[in-house]
């Protein structure tokens, strides 16, 4: 996944592996994200404090490398099993 930031493509506008056009979602925009923040903070945040009462929570660094947060995640459901 490119992003103008972390992660751009080589060529501009262009996909590294396939050559095709790269484009933005119109649910990927400033506004649109700032919509569901806006509706995750009003409605939804809620649902951890709710949850972590019934010690269904765990929490995972996403601060890490990609492939340590996904495995950190998959330990999470082997301890569970």
Known sequence: MYNVFSHPSRTPGRCDLD???LY???DDVGEAVQCRL???????IYLIDYYSTQGKVV????????????Q???????RAE
């Open 19 to 21: 050559g095709s056009e």
């Open 24 to 26: 933005q979602r119109s």
């Open 38 to 44: 806006d509706l995750f903070f009003q409605q939804t």
């Open 59 to 70: 929490n995972v660094d996403g601060d890490q490398k990609i492939e340590l947060v996904s």
């Open 72 to 78: 950190e995640i998959v330990d999470v459901f082997h």
